[in-house]
């Protein structure tokens, strides 16, 4: 089937909007400056629709749609700031700071991380869930990179990337619900995976610090994210920390 | 048996067979996947990667299938494999008490493989055998109706190391406890009619006539079937141009449902039929029946079936000669409750992870392989003959306005005759659970029925004489679901039970979304917390709003459902947890509260 290009005129928090119907509603707001926090996602790369923080207000419908994945249609009405939004996404990036280990002020990444500045444009500063803080092994057996799973929020970017882009598929995802992780081919150190061809491409999509350079300092680690062709030609806006 | 002990050679003669077996094709992973490990106890990084040789598979992506599944093993197991069945009404039952023997007897300790390789004790989701429970798998194979006597026979069985084969088979009796039979389950006329009737009939007049009928999913969200089969038939082909797909969803993983297993083992025959003739309306000619792998009698029987169907002509090629083709394939699961999501079930059939997806599409316009695919529950398919054989006026003169035709329950836990019961929507939950059940055992007194396992609430007794369909479910907060009925007494907690079914949650959420991964897990520690007595008044308000949270946020039906528990019993229970909150008690006695000082764990 060829695709809809037919155009779309929407409303988004009350700007009249037009869109071609490929387009998803992220993208259509993107184009015309309304932010719609999203984690997961990114350019260039398949949705997922897993992190949820892009969630927006239908009329019409009782769910709420991820914007990331939700194909815009004709007449639709939506809602990117509600107070209900705004609390679900607060609570989702509260469930995911006490999920793993997340103390920025020791992180590669303190200052140029995702889910930090997500915080802090959420207002967060306390969380009302118990740390879980699994121990995790970290795995720093590559010549050039480490991985934290303790810092993973799960957004399987690096996955996605490695798969779609390079066309490795060295990281997938393992076992599942709370004790899912990021792994390299059958468990073995990243520093013997096979399939790895060091492009360094999972490091620089990973929105925290869990996917690093080695040798960097405390707040040092920030990632350079037009280092991987397709997504710079998708234009990431994740780019704009929020400060 | 370890990875040394199967030498390489044997290892990849035997791993090719398996995979040429499924034509080489990487959307059998999961197949042969239990293949394998069926051949070698358990799947070393050895067979994971000749596997993803084979198939031209990444082994990362091999790996992560295989690590999804709760029935796949990546490190040794033990010759015996006993699982406890855990659902609350095998609890009831004592089944906590008979693992902890077990372990004792055989000196292990649970979810350890015991030293000399020989056997592992641990538990799994419930396996449907809720009606003679307590029950629990070795190697697969069920048992039933566990006692103290006959942990201890098992223990000495799996010491002196007799084979499974030669167990008495009295333990591996399932029985097929059916205490009221009605149009369904009573139905008794040759297969092939309904659908030489629909065929001489045609699509679109079908298709009519089940608009008429007023036939909703017994699968759960109780979606009226019309619609859903109309949009399979006229979705634009996103994959292979002309292929549809027809889906039987018989993953019945819901704790306390066995309705599905029943109508499989008893009438696999009128499922295959109404499969055919979903095909013939939809235009689809493959079919796949994909089946939770804790019923293998089932499996075995549908398999007999597909064959004795195939050669009656009303299934395979040229159906009743009318030029009509619709072949039937069985898919396995492995032990995933989220695989009964219907996007999780096309991944899984596919080969992958059960890892759902958001919908839009709905698999009805994008299923398999981008195809249109109408997924139907067991029950849905099995009313289908039924209404094309005596006419959608006649079926939807049953039932009440918006819920036709009859719905069969599984009533399981605190009630006297446990087992199947087909009754008419509409009767009440007196009727079912005094009338037809015989009434709650011993003295206690009625509290609660819990209807549509995890996604579902508990239904005070003061609610019994509402009718039980689809909108009044709902108003109380619960769900039809997919039939499963635990009735509850006196004697038990219902913070307990919320716990339960949230523990359920947690440990089955796939893990792909933030809001049930990481919520599931925070409301299971609040109730925890309530349950020891430990919890303030903040908490309470704490699991309020994360249990709503996870309701609105979550990406697939298991996450958006699985707070209903909580939610319903602070509905009606909210007394049962302020008990435990403000006067640290737990009026049942059921729950163990922490003693002044005691640390949480
Ligand atoms: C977590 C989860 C588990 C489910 N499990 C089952 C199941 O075991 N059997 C089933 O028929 N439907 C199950 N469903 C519902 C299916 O997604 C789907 O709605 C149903 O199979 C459609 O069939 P129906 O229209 O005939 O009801 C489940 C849904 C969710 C969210
Ligand atoms: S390692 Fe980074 S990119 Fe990969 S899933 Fe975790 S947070 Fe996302
Ligand atoms: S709601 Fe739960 S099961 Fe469904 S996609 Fe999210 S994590 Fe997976
Ligand atoms: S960005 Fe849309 S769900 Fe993650």
């Known amino acids: ?243 | 048996m370890t990875e040394e002990m199967i030498d390489a050679g044997r290892l990849d003669d035997l791993l090719r067979a398996i995979v040429n077996g499924h034509r080489c094709q990487p959307g059998q992973l999961v197949q042969i996947l239990r293949e394998a490990q069926d051949a070698l106890g358990y799947l070393p990084a050895s067979a994971l990667t000749a596997i993803a040789r084979a198939l031209a598979l990444p082994r990362a992506q091999v790996e992560g299938v295989a690590g999804f599944y709760s029935f796949f093993h990546l490190a040794p197991v033990g010759r015996y494999r006993v699982l406890f069945s855990d659902n609350i009404t095998d609890r009831m039952l004592g089944s906590a008490e008979l693992l902890e023997r077990l372990c004792n007897k055989l000196w292990i300790e649970r979810g350890k493989v015991s030293e000399d390789g020989l056997v592992s004790v641990d538990t799994t989701s419930c396996t449907g055998m809720c009606d003679q429970g307590p029950a629990l798998l070795v190697n697969g194979r069920a048992m039933t109706r566990m006692s103290a006597e006959r942990i201890d026979r098992i223990s000495e069985l799996i010491r002196t190391q007799l084979p499974l084969a030669d167990w008495p088979p009295e333990f591996a009796l399932v029985e097929d406890n059916i205490r009221r039979r009605d149009t369904l389950l009573g139905a008794e006329w040759p297969a092939g009619e309904a659908l030489r009737a629909a065929i001489a009939r045609g699509a679109e007049a079908m298709l009519g006539e089940m608009k008429l009928s007023n036939l909703r999913g017994r699968g759960g969200a109780g979606f009226t079937t019309a619609i859903k089969w109309e949009s399979a038939r006229r979705a634009a082909c996103h994959g292979e141009q002309g292929i549809r797909y027809v889906v039987c969803n018989a993953d019945e993983g819901d704790p306390g449902a066995f309705m599905d297993r029943s109508v499989l083992e008893s009438d696999p025959h009128r499922v295959l039929e109404g499969m055919a003739i979903a095909a013939y309306a939809v235009g689809a000619h493959t079919g796949y029946l994909y089946v939770r792998a804790e019923y293998p009698l089932a499996v075995k029987r549908l398999k007999l079936a597909i064959k004795q169907a195939e050669r009656l002509g009303v299934l395979g090629h040229n159906i009743l000669e009318t030029g009509f083709d619709f072949h039937v394939e069985v898919r396995l699961g492995a032990g995933a409750f989220v695989c009964g999501e219907e996007t999780a079930l096309i991944a899984s059939i596919q080969g992958g992870r059960g890892n759902p997806r958001p919908r839009p599409p709905f698999p009805a316009e994008r299923g398999l392989w981008n195809s249109p695919t109408l997924i139907n529950n067991v029950e849905t398919f099995a009313n289908i003959p039924t209404i094309l054989r005596k006419g959608a006026d006649w079926f939807a003169s049953i039932g009440t306005e918006k819920s036709k035709g009859t719905k069969v329950f599984a009533l399981a836990g605190a009630i006297r005759n446990t087992g199947l019961v087909e009754v008419p929507m509409g009767i009440t939950l007196r009727e079912i659970v005094y009338d037809i059940g015989g009434g709650i055992p011993g003295d206690r007194t009625l509290k609660a029925v819990q209807t549509g396992g995890p996604s579902g609430g508990c239904i005070p007794a003061e609610h019994i004489d509402l009718p039980v369909d689809y909108e009044t479910l709902n108003k109380l907060g619960s769900i039809m679901g997919s039939g499963g009925m635990i009735i509850i007494d006196d004697s038990a907690c219902m913070v307990d039970v919320a716990r339960f079914f949230m523990e359920f949650c947690m440990t089955e959420s796939c893990g792909k979304c933030v809001p049930c991964r990481a919520g599931t897990v925070q409301i299971h520690n609040l109730l925890t917390k309530i349950a020891r007595g430990e919890a303030s008044l903040e908490d309470l308000d704490r699991l309020e709003k994360l249990s709503n949270m996870v309701k609105r946020s979550s990406l697939c039906g298991l996450g958006q459902s699985a707070p209903n528990p909580v939610l319903s019993t602070l509905r009606y229970f909210r007394d049962e947890y302020l008990a435990h909150v403000v006067e640290h008690r737990c009026p049942a006695g059921v729950c163990k509260i922490a003693a002044e000082g005691e640390v949480i764990r």
């Open chain 1, 1 to 243: 089937m060829s695709p809809d290009v037919s155009v779309k005129t929407l409303v988004i928090d009350g700007r009249d909007v037009g869109a071609t119907g490929e387009q998803t509603i992220l993208e259509v707001a993107r184009e015309h400056g309304i932010r719609i926090p999203t984690l997961c996602h990114l350019e260039g790369l398949m949705p997922a629709g897993a992190c949820r923080m892009c969630l927006v207000e239908v009329v019409g419908s009782n769910k709420l749609l991820p914007a990331c994945v939700t194909k815009v249609s004709e007449g639709m009405e939506v809602r990117t700031h509600t107070p209900e939004l705004l609390e679900l996404r607060r609570m989702t990036l509260e469930l995911l700071f006490a999920e793993r280990n997340h103390i920025c002020s020791v992180c590669v990444s303190n200052g140029h991380c995702q889910l930090q500045s997500l915080a802090g444009e959420h207002g967060i500063d306390h969380i009302r869930f118990p740390y879980q803080y699994p121990r995790l092994q970290v795995d720093t057996t590559h010549p050039r990179y480490g991985m934290d799973p303790n810092r993973c929020v799960l957004c399987g970017r690096c996955v996605r990337v490695c798969a779609e882009v390079e066309g490795a598929h060295t990281w997938d995802l393992m076992g599942r619900g709370a004790g899912t992780l990021v792994t390299a081919e059958l468990r073995t150190p990243w520093g013997l995976a096979q399939t790895c061809t060091s492009c360094g491409k999972c490091v620089q999509v990973c929105p925290t610090g869990a996917l690093f350079d080695k040798g960097r300092a405390v707040a040092e680690m920030e990632k350079r994210r037009e280092f991987v062709p397709a997504i710079l030609a998708g234009r990431d806006e994740e780019e704009e920390l929020v400060p």
